[in-house]
């Protein structure tokens, strides 16, 4: 129920995506993704889903890790119209070791971004010696925060 009202407010233009949040509900409710990059190249990707018509284009080039807002023609029927469009996200980058243990860590902080169409944003910056394979995680929320609709009376119980 909660994702159809979510769909019904981003269709009719009344939900931009948040602009903030508490951090405890974005932890709670953002979509966690991930990925493991093996070399330090050029790498893109998307994790493709059901995202408001919001296609996030991830990308690094070994040194940088950005986000891009996709807007190409082909897949116009498929995104978000607004203009600007609004997103929560952070991103955790982490190396382990042979045990599975964690040897490097680098995580931004919760990032407000507005993102217009074909717009990128640098998310972070890796260290220059950074060996790979890698670990990339993201958490992100498309939405803002449902707010509850006050409670109506409960008319079941009067009795005319």
């Given at each position: 129920?909660?994702?159809?009202?979510?769909?019904?407010?981003?269709?009719q233009?009344?939900?931009?995506?948040?602009?903030?949040?508490?951090?405890?509900?974005?932890?709670?409710?953002?979509l966690?993704?991930?990925?493991v990059l093996?070399?330090?190249?050029?790498?893109?990707?998307?994790?493709?889903?059901?995202?408001?018509?919001?296609?996030?284009?991830?990308?690094?080039?070994?040194i940088?890790?950005?986000?891009?807002?996709?807007n190409?023609?082909?897949?116009?029927?498929?995104?978000?119209l607004?203009?600007?469009?609004?997103?929560?996200?952070?991103?955790?980058?982490?190396?382990?070791?042979?045990?599975?243990q964690?040897?490097?860590?680098?995580e931004?902080?919760?990032?407000?971004?507005?993102?217009t169409k074909?717009?990128?944003?640098?998310?972070?910056?890796?260290?220059?010696?950074?060996?790979?394979?890698?670990?990339?995680?993201?958490?992100?929320?498309?939405?803002s925060p449902?707010?509850?609709?006050?409670?109506?009376?409960?008319?079941?119980?009067?009795?005319?």
């Open positions: 129920m909660q994702q159809w009202k979510d769909v019904l407010r981003v269709d233009n009344d939900d931009k995506g948040p602009s903030s949040m508490e951090h405890q509900f974005f932890l709670h409710n953002s966690r993704c991930g990925r093996k070399v330090k190249e050029r790498h893109v990707w998307r994790w493709t889903g059901f995202h408001f018509g919001m296609d996030l284009i991830m990308f690094t080039d070994g940088t890790l950005s986000i891009k807002r996709n190409r023609s082909e897949y116009g029927q498929l995104l978000s607004q203009s600007t469009r609004y997103v929560v996200i952070r991103v955790t980058v982490a190396k382990l070791n042979e045990q599975g964690i040897q490097y860590c680098k931004t902080e919760i990032l407000n971004i507005a993102l074909g717009e990128e944003y640098e998310l972070l910056r890796l260290d220059e010696n950074l060996e790979y394979p890698i670990i990339i995680s993201a958490n992100i929320q498309y939405t449902d707010i509850p609709e006050e409670k109506q009376p409960d008319i079941s119980q009067v009795v005319p």
